[in-house]
């Protein structure tokens, strides 16, 4: 085992009910990490999480703690914490009380309870709030209460459910570089839980893409965005067109009806593949100069760009640019090579990357004639 590995999580399985939450699951992280564990709900992040911290033990496989395996550990022995979702303060203590109490729990000095207290508030930008009641506390701060009760103790990991899911988009943001920061100047290895892309992206050291119980995959935000292994991943972390192709040869690709210079080789002559490419790296260009041309169905203006849909032959591309195109314009798509990225057929191909339901078909349901709708209710 390397040693900077700090947790290892060896073929864990778990199931509730007869249904599979984790299927052998295999996962190393490492000291002074930022990693998160980002999916959909039910794929598995939270309860690889519980399993870290002791409260849930695995059907199969082994949890190693610094090489010493430690499945059978209760929580408390266990050199991790926990924020939950929630927070779960004690609402009868004010803010040092909260923080203190884990310490005091341990019987630690009064002194060095008071030292610790005010490092940890002032680590959390809480300094001035030590007789406030954690009730009259913005969630905000409820939020960074939580936090400085879990660090105080010093444990080597800290997990995080969720943390930020219930505070409002700018709080949010700002609790994504407070988080960062935190774990940055601690240098304690934090394991995070959202289903946010944008927040898993811009916080992570590294991120585990997880779907159906299973590691999808592990890497750098940059490499799971630009290198997406699968149509999930594609899908899952930011936009993507995902469309069926073919590899004619190393660095050449037809899809869409047209043969395209790709950066890709290694696959197999005329090997079907699913081929992904980013709204934002697509051109906007005179039809008689396009790849493509396609028909305007939707824009959508999003603040910095704007979100068309173009159907070319059937299928919905989504494109995201500066210029403004009116819906019902045929426009041309121009798409550099380094900007076509192929991937193996999956379990997840065909299931993604058409953004039909961005256009007439929200209108279709709407429309629908009322004895249609109730008979749709019933079933």
């Known amino acids: 085992m390397n040693k900077d590995v700090l947790i290892r999580l060896n073929g864990i399985s778990k199931s509730y009910d007869g249904e599979t939450v984790l299927d052998n699951m295999d996962l190393e992280i490492h000291d002074k990490e930022f990693i998160t564990l980002l999916g959909p709900s039910g794929c598995g992040k939270t309860t690889t999480l519980r399993i870290i911290g002791g409260f849930e033990t695995p059907d199969t496989g082994d949890v190693f703690f610094n090489g010493e395996r430690i499945n059978d550990m209760p929580p408390y022995q266990r050199q991790v914490n926990t924020v939950f979702q929630r927070y779960a303060l004690f609402p009868h203590l004010n803010v040092f009380d909260n923080i203190a109490f884990g310490l005091r729990v341990r019987k630690t000095p009064s002194e060095e309870i008071r030292t610790k207290v005010k490092e940890m508030l002032a680590l959390v930008n809480l300094r001035g709030f030590e007789k406030r009641k954690v009730t009259t506390l913005s969630g905000g701060q409820q939020q960074r209460v939580a936090i400085a009760r879990a660090l105080v103790n010093q444990p080597k990991v800290l997990l995080l459910d969720e943390p930020l899911a219930a505070l409002d988009l700018k709080l949010r943001k700002d609790m994504q570089v407070e988080l960062k920061n935190i774990q940055q100047t601690t240098g304690i290895t934090f394991v995070f839980v959202t289903h946010d892309q944008e927040e898993a992206l811009s916080m992570s050291d590294t991120v585990v893409v997880m779907a159906n119980g299973r590691i999808q ?163």
């Open 217 to 379: 995959q592990i890497g750098t935000p940059t490499d799971i965005y630009n290198e997406p292994v699968n149509a999930f991943v594609a899908d899952f972390i930011g936009e993507s067109n995902i469309l069926d192709g073919v590899m004619r040869k190393d660095f050449a690709v037809r899809f869409a009806g047209h043969d395209f210079v790709c950066v890709d080789g290694g696959f197999g002559e005329n090997e079907a593949v699913d081929v992904v490419i980013r709204p934002e790296d697509v051109d906007v260009v005179a039809p008689e100069k396009g790849m493509l041309k396609g028909d305007v169905t939707g824009v959508t203006f999003k603040g910095v760009h704007y979100e068309i849909i173009v159907d070319v032959e059937g299928f919905k591309w989504m494109i995201q640019s500066t210029d403004y195109v009116a819906e019902g314009q045929t426009i041309g798509l121009s798409i550099d090579p380094d900007a076509i990225h192929i991937m193996k057929k999956s379990e997840f191909s065909g299931m993604f990357g058409d953004y039909s339901s961005f256009s007439d078909e929200f209108d279709k349901l709407d429309k629908l004639p009322e004895e249609d709708a109730e008979e749709s209710e019933e079933e």
